[in-house]
């Protein structure tokens, strides 16, 4: 042990030692059955630890330990361990022989790797000698590989590995049998080729989460009986997977109330923008086995690019929670209208042009975000909603609001549309609109809205229509934009590009049959050129007039001997 650790053992085992003599009835500590000697800087835990053999709740997070010491194996009473936000780093202790039997050029393990194992030489701790150990949190330290001996625990309930640098999972876990919790976010998982199949045998398990994992092809090695044998869980979290595809096997189960398949900005695992990428969901439709969930009570599939939701959608029916925005809809299935248990439902930041569903049976909804789309009309039936309490309609194109616009609600947003304030108040009345603005002031107080992007309604139409033109969106400016998605404003710049070209290949046609209509017939016609406009529509060329002096019949200069007779 070197110096400066000695050191650090001797302060901490006084200030270990002070703590406990202000603890009523000194001497007897082991009695002691909860110890918190987090955020204080150790790089070893003191060796008085082993006294407290009545010990069941260790936490020693957010210090800078790089080992879980192997002292905790004294504490056989030991039932949580909180390890979080340290500098442990447990390495392949196989590597080196592995390495000893195969050739450099088809080892897995880089150089860096094997000469790490080399050094390590600490004593770790072997998790399977605490046999009443349930509770492991080891997250957010420099973990490479899941723990040999933890993996052989036969009484894990809550395990949380999540956001370390794990390439791999072990083959076999003795507690997927009785585990209720697993977190495994942000773990590379660079050498995992194929799920291990104690992971779908989790039978007691009520969350699991792979947030920030890339998996990619691996979630189509989910089978389709997952649903038969983890039909306990509730909470399934995967968000910026990399996955193409919902994975059908997922679909079978029917207990799950929380999904979330997202994409959030970039985490601080993604160092580089291919990192950042990679891990983003790219799920363009949801398959019809989706309306399987009928327990389903939350849904999160924002920034992932659907384009279609399925016409069944309305099976589920228990649904509380929608958030589908920032996607490629440009229609809303009838079904929808089933979802009548539905409280939030946000569509912003699509491309919705018609919302069209019988909005009178979502009678329970509270909270309706239809921001950044391309919708022209309110429905009526949507504002006769009484519980909703929330409307944003902010930047769509809308040109007027319905005589029947009682102002219901608590937060309303209709700015960044087609109406001006004047227009607003010649229809409505003065006391109209100064309602109006207080209920926008409450909308744009809410945590979502990104204040400095939203504009007060114009005084009139003419200004509004030339700050629509300048003013940036808050789409564009969003960090969740994508560059490869063409948003419909984006589009109609292209249609006009398109037929402004048209027009300047018009005026070239027009200008050629001008030309032509005043050259005089004397003209030598035989070494006229004519000009050919190129790329030119069907539908915007005009037929021009010509003239030709003289058509040769058929085979008329076949017999001709020279240049000259065929010239002339």
């Not at 030709?548 to 065929?566: C, I, M, R, Y």
Request: charged share 25%; proline share 4%.
């Amino acid at each position: 042990m070197e110096e400066n650790d000695v050191e650090d053992v001797e302060d901490v085992a006084a200030e270990f030692r002070n703590v406990l003599s202000e603890i009523h009835g000194v001497g007897d500590f082991t009695k002691l059955i909860s110890l918190d000697i987090s955020d204080r800087g150790l790089r070893v835990l003191p060796a008085e630890l082993t006294n407290l053999v009545m010990l069941k709740s260790i936490n020693a997070s957010h210090n800078v330990l790089d080992h879980v010491p192997r002292i905790l194996e004294t504490l056989i009473n030991l039932e949580e361990i909180i390890l979080s936000h340290n500098l442990i780093e447990i390495v392949d202790t196989q590597l080196n022989r592995q390495n000893a039997n195969v050739s450099s050029e088809d080892n897995i393990y880089t150089d860096e790797e094997i000469k790490q194992v080399e050094c390590v030489s600490k004593e770790e701790l072997d998790f399977s000698q605490l046999p009443r150990l349930t509770h492991v949190n080891l997250k957010k330290n420099k973990l490479v590989r899941f723990p040999e001996t933890l993996g052989k625990c036969r009484s894990i309930l809550r395990l949380d590995l999540a956001y370390n640098a794990l390439r791999s999972l072990p083959s076999q876990f003795e507690s997927a049998d009785v585990i209720e919790h697993l977190t495994l976010d942000g773990n590379l998982l660079t050498h995992v080729y194929k799920f291990p199949s104690w992971l779908f045998q989790i039978k007691r398990c009520t969350s699991l989460s792979l947030r920030y994992c890339y998996l990619d092809m691996l979630i189509e090695s989910i089978p389709r009986t997952t649903g038969v044998v983890c039909r306990r869980i509730l909470k399934l979290d995967l968000r910026n997977c990399g996955i193409k595809s919902f994975p059908i096997g997922c679909t079978g189960l029917l207990d799950l109330e929380q999904l979330k398949i997202s994409n959030l900005g970039c985490d601080e695992l993604c160092s580089t923008e291919k990192w950042c990428s990679l891990r983003k969901n790219s799920i363009f439709e949801l398959p019809v086995e989706f309306a399987n969930l009928v327990g389903l009570g939350l849904l999160e599939a924002r920034d992932i690019r659907l384009s279609k939701l399925p016409d069944n959608i309305g099976s589920l029916v228990n649904l509380t929670s929608v958030d589908i925005s920032r996607n490629s809809l440009d229609w809303l299935p009838e079904s929808l209208a089933d979802l009548v248990n539905l409280i939030t439902l946000d569509l912003s930041h699509n491309s919705l042009v018609t919302i069209i569903i019988e909005w009178h049976r979502l009678t329970k909804l509270k909270d309706l975000n239809l921001s950044f789309n391309r919708i022209c009309a309110i429905p009526t039936e949507l504002l006769q909603l009484k519980e909703l309490e929330t409307l944003d309609l902010y930047t769509n194109c809308i040109s007027d609001l319905p005589q029947a616009t009682t102002l219901h609600w608590k937060n309303f947003d209709i700015g960044g549309n087609l109406i001006s304030r004047e227009g607003l108040m010649c229809k409505h009345g003065r006391e109209f609109f100064d309602r109006y603005l207080d209920r926008q002031v409450n909308l744009r107080g809410q945590d979502y809205v990104r204040l400095e992007l939203r504009s007060s309604l114009p005084e009139s139409t003419q200004s509004n229509e030339q700050e629509r033109e300048h003013s940036p969106s808050e789409g564009d400016q969003s960090a969740y934009s994508d560059s490869e998605h063409d948003s419909w404003w984006n589009y109609d710049d292209k249609i006009d590009e398109r037929e402004s070209e048209n027009e300047e290949i018009q005026n070239t046609v027009e200008m050629v049959s001008a030309d032509l209509d005043e050259s005089s017939e004397n003209e030598n016609w035989t070494s006229f050129k004519p000009v050919i406009p190129t790329l030119i529509m069907p539908s915007k060329v005009k037929k021009c007039r010509t003239r030709v002096k003289h058509v040769p019949e058929p085979g008329q200069f076949d017999n001709a001997d020279s240049d000259e007779e065929l010239e002339a």
